[in-house]
């Protein structure tokens, strides 16, 4: 049984910085995309950042370019987001997905998903 599970979150002030990581564990993971999605208020799902299992690729979105840094740590099963410069709109809930092939904003589309952590910027 897969299992993914976020930790870091937080509370903290804007431009502050958050490391969210996803622990996985219950299948391997070569040839899967790894992501982060957040959900904000009255918002579907969003696409935040990926990296595929190799960490040859990296995708972010356009709010969180150049603030936001996606990694991962084979060894461990883990990956991260480093969230640094953070806005009061980056509060949300912050989930970490994964599937198989290439990335999709569509959150529909990933397989696996951890619970969520939640992210709190306050201004």
């Known amino acids: 049984q897969v299992e993914l599970v976020e930790s870091g979150g937080g509370l903290v002030q804007a431009g502050g910085s958050l490391r969210l990581s996803c622990a996985a564990s219950g299948r391997t993971f070569d040839g899967y995309i790894m992501g982060w999605f957040r959900q904000t208020l009255g918002n579907d799902r969003e696409s935040v950042a990926s990296?595929?299992?190799?960490?040859?690729?990296?995708y972010y979105g356009d709010s969180v370019k150049g603030r936001f840094t996606i990694s991962v740590d084979n060894a461990k099963n883990t990956w991260y987001l480093q969230m640094n410069s953070l806005k009061p709109e980056d509060t949300g809930l912050y989930y970490c997905?994964?599937?198989?092939?290439?990335?999709?904003?569509?959150?529909?589309?990933?397989?696996?998903w951890g619970r969520g952590t939640h992210v709190t910027v306050s201004a």
């Open positions: 997905a994964s599937k198989q092939g290439s990335h999709s904003n569509e959150y529909y589309f990933w397989r696996y």
């Open positions: 990296i595929t299992w190799s960490g040859d690729r990296t």
